[in-house]
């Protein structure tokens, strides 16, 4: 059985940042698409990031150029570093593996039951 866990969340200011570690059992992410997603309060889950199996990075536009996805096979986990963090990037992000349907429109479907995801607030 998958089972992917977030990490790296927290409280931080505005213009900080942080770096979300999503660590995975049951399968390698490498042979994996892979999405970082987020849900505001008030909003429905929306995909932010995603890196397919060969290594292609895809954004949202609004944190393209702040956030990078990236991942390490010898350690099964995929990253989101987010710098330049705003107030409107508060927000529980969850990672998942992902059936891409358009990378270069965000579009996927999910694969897997949605883990605790990890709370980033950014307040001043």
């Known amino acids: 059985q998958v089972q992917l866990v977030e990490s790296g969340g927290g409280l931080v200011q505005p213009g900080g940042s942080l770096r979300l570690s999503c660590a995975a059992s049951?399968?390698?992410?490498?042979?994996?698409?892979m999405g970082w997603y987020r849900r505001a309060p008030g909003r429905q889950r929306e995909l932010v990031a995603l890196i397919t199996s060969d290594g292609g990075t895809y954004y949202e536009g609004s944190v393209k150029g702040r956030f990078t996805i990236s991942r390490d096979n010898g350690k099964n986990t995929v990253y989101l570093q987010m710098n330049s963090l705003q107030v409107e990037d508060t927000a529980v992000y969850y990672c998942?593996?992902?059936?891409?349907?358009?990378?270069?429109?965000?579009?996927?479907?999910?694969?897997?039951?949605w883990g605790q995801g990890t709370q980033v607030t950014v307040s001043s």
């Open positions: 998942n593996r992902l059936l891409v349907l358009n990378a270069y429109k965000l579009s996927g479907r999910p694969y897997d039951s």
């Open positions: 049951g399968t390698l992410l490498s042979i994996n698409d």
